[in-house]
């Protein structure tokens, strides 16, 4: 089994930046790729930045040049900087892990960011 614990959510202003982690432990084996996603208020859960195990990145376009998916691979842990924050980044983001055919999620941390 594998468990991903996020942090670093939290308030922010308009502009500023956070820097989200996601530990994974547990049973892990030759991890494809970790995700960050976010699920705003009544909105369908989307992708905002993938990372593969050899180190290539996709950003939703809404994030590009803003977001910065990053990888310790000794510490198993993604990163998410995000900076220049908007209100419409306000959602809860969740961290995913995806090894073969298994996916894993993290329980989720809210993000909001005040106009």
């Known amino acids: 089994q594998v468990q991903l614990v996020e942090s670093g959510g939290g308030l922010v202003q308009a502009g500023g930046s956070l820097r989200l982690s996601c530990a994974a432990s547990?049973?892990?084996?030759?991890?494809?790729?970790m995700a960050w996603y976010r699920q705003a208020l009544a909105k369908q859960r989307e992708l905002v930045a993938l990372?593969?195990?050899?180190?290539?990145?996709r950003y939703a376009d809404s994030v590009k040049g803003r977001f910065t998916i990053s990888r310790d691979n000794a510490k198993n842990t993604v990163y998410l900087q995000m900076n220049s924050l908007k209100p419409e980044d306000t959602a809860v983001y969740y961290c995913?892990?995806?090894?073969?055919?298994?996916?894993?999620w993290g329980q989720g941390t809210q993000v909001t960011v005040s106009s």
């Open positions: 995913r892990l995806v090894a073969g055919d298994l996916g894993y």
């Open positions: 547990g049973s892990i084996f030759s991890i494809d790729h």
């Open positions: 990372i593969t195990s050899g180190g290539s990145t």
